[in-house]
């Protein structure tokens, strides 16, 4: 089976949610369903049939949770030599050579990546053209809006 890479924050991040969701949102969901089940007639009981809807929605994410938890290749990034070549899991300052503009980014795996928060996909455009680069290597980026350069200025391995 193949192995999915996952940085530390992200499966204590997925583990947190997975005992949510088994010791809290479960067992409210068990209790809501027996006092639906309590007034009565089940064809036309709408809070009976929410709480199953709700009971099933939970019962996925958590086996989809332990599927990904079962799969995933966790990386300590913090216990790598610090060095200046760009891996999975580091944090990485690149400068638009076009624009001036500098931009941070953590490459993370596919769950865990959220622009807003400058963490991409390992498997996105820009990671996989960063991922073996070292400080100071120019790489280029295609984007649907065009190629862009980029000058690698910092890594950081945090």
Excluded: W
């Amino acid at each position: 089976m193949t192995k999915f890479p996952m940085t530390v924050e992200g499966a204590e991040k997925l583990r947190l949610e997975l005992e949510q969701l088994k010791k809290v949102d479960r067992p409210r969901i068990v209790t809501a369903i027996a006092e639906a089940r309590e007034h009565g007639d089940l064809k036309e009981n709408a809070e009976y049939h929410a709480a199953r809807e709700q009971q099933g929605f939970c019962e996925g994410r958590i086996q989809e949770i332990e599927g990904k938890l079962g799969n995933a290749q966790i990386i300590d990034i913090s216990k790598m030599p610090a060095g200046d070549k760009v891996i999975f899991g580091s944090t990485v300052d690149i400068l638009n050579l076009d624009t001036d503009q500098l931009q941070t980014y953590k490459i993370v795996g596919d769950d865990e990546a959220d622009v807003k928060a400058n963490m991409i996909s390992v498997s996105s455009p820009i990671a996989r053209a960063l991922i073996g680069k070292e400080v100071g290597d120019v790489v280029l980026v295609r984007t649907p809006a065009g190629e862009v350069e980029y000058e690698i200025d910092a890594v950081r391995y945090c």
